[in-house]
Structure formats: structure tokens, C-alpha cells
T-cell receptor, first 114, second 112 residues
Framework: NAGVTQTPKFQVLKTGQSMTLQCAQD?????MSWYRQDPGMGLRLIHYSVGAGITDQGEVPNGYNVSRSTTEDFPLRLLSAAPSQTSVYFCASRLLTGPNEKLFFGSGTQLSVL | SQQGEEDPQALSIQEGENATMNCSYK?????LQWYRQNSGRGLVHLIL?????REKHSGRLRVTLDTSKKSSSLLITASRAADTASYFC????????????FGQGTTLQVKP
């Protein structure tokens, strides 16, 4: 199993540009989520999904869009990038039930918005 | 706002000493989890403790949970330089939405 795969690893955008961060998992996890991590801070939840066709907002959803058309994929879209969205983005997935509902993380995407 | 607050924000100890990190949270939980992040990497799960458990061990890790005080602690015994990392607690609400809300983390430096 590859686990959680995020692409790209690095991205530089200009203000106003749009882009999609890709996330895929091959563990048949119902739950997928996106977090952002800013220097010296913990992770803040952007959006999450509990299954195909179901998404919901997290703590900091503004400026981001998600969709979940398959169990495996959960892309994050930046509609019009702003400097405040400069951050490291992590995708994570997990099972919703079971003895060990831990999150599996991707390796992250470092995004700079100029 | 974030659910968990961790204390201390930074901790520096010598190899062989014990390291204790604390996490407080605001609402009821289903379970509480601890994660580790090495610089520039994704988070890795360390241990999960359920709301009906008070203490759990895994190797050199010991986690306690006090639901009456809404707090948890992570103890790393006999620390090693390789334990240098950031440590985060995350709470899983009983609503079964699957959301895990993270604290701001404790940065641990273990000096050889």
C-alpha cells in the first residue's frame, strides 16, 4: 500500500491564481481531511469528508473548495489564491470505526502565494 | 478555535531524562490521540486513549487521561536525541463525524 499520496510537494502561486492539491489513499478509508499548518502553530482543519459525495467544513474553510467523487480521492481547490494561504497543507485519512482510528498523513504540500 | 492547548510550548532536556507534555481540551471526547512530527514531515500516530481509559503504555510512552479535568499528559521516559520532534494531541469528538482537532503542539529538543 502506498498510504496517503499528496501532490505536488511544492508550489508557488501568484495572488489570484487557482490550483488543486491532489490527495489519494489506497486504504479504503471512509474519512479524508485537509489541514493547514502555519509556523509555530498546530494543524487546523480545512474540510473533511466521511464518504464519497459527503463533505463538510472544518475550522478554516474560507477560500477552499473540496469534492469527494470517489473513496480514494479528495482534492483541495484554492479558488483565488491569497498570501494568507501560504502554508503547509496535509491530507489525512482514517477508518471511522475500529479499534485504532488513527489518522494517516501524507507528506505535505508547501505552498507559497506571492 | 482549536480544541486542544498544549503545555509547555517548548521543552529542552538532556538525553536520558523524562519528558512530560500536557494537553487540555474543551469539550467531551470519544478518544484522544498523540502524534509526532519530525521537522518538515507529516505527522505520525503514537498512541490513542479512549474516554473510558485512564492510562495507556506503549514502549517508552505513557499517556494519561483525566476526563474530569479535560486533560491528558504524554510522558516519554529515558529520552533519546531521536525523540527530538514536535508532539501534538488531537481530540476525537463523540459526534462520530470523524473530525480530529489538534492542539498547537509541544516542541521537544533532546540534547545528546
Amino acid at each position: 500500500n502506498a498510504g496517503v499520496t499528496q501532490t505536488p510537494k511544492f508550489q508557488v502561486l501568484k495572488t489570484g491564481q487557482s490550483m488543486t492539491l491532489q490527495c489519494a489513499q489506497d486504504m479504503n478509508h471512509e474519512y479524508m481531511s485537509w489541514y493547514r499548518q502555519d509556523p509555530g502553530m498546530g494543524l487546523r482543519l480545512i474540510h473533511y469528508s466521511v464518504g464519497a459525495g459527503i463533505t463538510d467544513q472544518g475550522e478554516v474553510p474560507n477560500g477552499y473548495n473540496v469534492s469527494r467523487s470517489t473513496t480514494e480521492d479528495f482534492p483541495l481547490r484554492l479558488l483565488s489564491a491569497a498570501p494568507s494561504q501560504t502554508s503547509v497543507y496535509f491530507c489525512a485519512s482514517r477508518l471511522l470505526t475500529g479499534p485504532n482510528e488513527k489518522l494517516f498523513f501524507g507528506s505535505g504540500t508547501q505552498l507559497s502565494v506571492l | 478555535s482549536q480544541q486542544g492547548e498544549e503545555d509547555p510550548q517548548a521543552l529542552s532536556i538532556q538525553e536520558g531524562e523524562n519528558a512530560t507534555m500536557n494537553c487540555s481540551y474543551k469539550t467531551s471526547i470519544n478518544n484522544l490521540q498523540w502524534y509526532r512530527q519530525n521537522s518538515g514531515r507529516g505527522l505520525v500516530h503514537l498512541i490513542l486513549i479512549r474516554s473510558n481509559e485512564r492510562e495507556k503504555h506503549s514502549g517508552r510512552l505513557r499517556v494519561t487521561l483525566d476526563t474530569s479535568k479535560k486533560s491528558s499528559s504524554l510522558l516519554i521516559t529515558a529520552s533519546r536525541a531521536a525523540d527530538t520532534a514536535s508532539y501534538f494531541c488531537a481530540t476525537d469528538a463523540p459526534s462520530n463525524t470523524g473530525k480530529l482537532i489538534f492542539g498547537q503542539g509541544t516542541t521537544l529538543q533532546v540534547k545528546p
